[in-house]
């Protein structure tokens, strides 16, 4: 998991999300990381209907710009936030950046919400 950061982590919650990860047992995680690559889900990414953030880090050594504007394409109501300087996990690396464009985004489709049901 270590891997995965650009920027460093807390290390107590590092240390609780590896002992987490250290729960589910090692087949599971393989059968999902082999399913990841062997299966392309991009044909069905126009059936999401749902508003969804796509947060990204622009250090991120797994997936690139590439893969978040084919997803940002494919998915009809999406928006893409980049957190620069940070890997594959902005939730770790930049938590409180994180909540706040969570929070953003959410209250922009709560109040969309509450104008549309008030009609």
Request: hydrophobic fraction near 40%.
């Given at each position: 998991?270590?891997?995965?950061?650009?920027?460093?982590?807390?290390?107590?919650?590092f240390?609780?999300?590896?002992?987490?990860?250290?729960?589910?047992?090692?087949?599971v995680?393989?059968?999902?990381?082999?399913?990841?690559?062997?299966?392309?889900?991009?044909a069905?990414?126009g059936q999401?209907?749902?508003?969804?953030l796509?947060?990204?880090g622009n250090?991120?050594?797994?997936?690139?710009?590439?893969?978040?504007?084919?997803?940002?394409?494919?998915?009809?109501n999406?928006?893409?936030?980049?957190f620069?300087?940070?890997?594959?996990?902005?939730?770790?690396?930049?938590?409180?950046?994180?909540?706040?464009?969570?929070?953003?985004?959410?209250?922009?489709?709560?109040?969309?919400?509450?104008?549309?049901?008030?009609?």
């Open positions: 998991q270590l891997s995965t950061f650009h920027r460093p982590v807390d290390p107590e919650h240390e609780t999300a590896v002992n987490e990860s250290l729960k589910v047992p090692a087949f995680w393989q059968q999902a990381c082999e399913s990841m690559i062997a299966n392309d889900h991009s069905e990414l999401i209907a749902a508003p969804t796509l947060i990204w250090k991120d050594l797994f997936f690139d710009r590439n893969e978040q504007v084919r997803l940002l394409n494919g998915i009809g999406a928006e893409l936030k980049i620069d300087g940070d890997g594959h996990a902005p939730i770790w690396e930049s938590p409180e950046k994180v909540a706040k464009e969570v929070e953003r985004f959410a209250s922009k489709k709560a109040d969309r919400h509450v104008k549309v049901s008030a009609l």
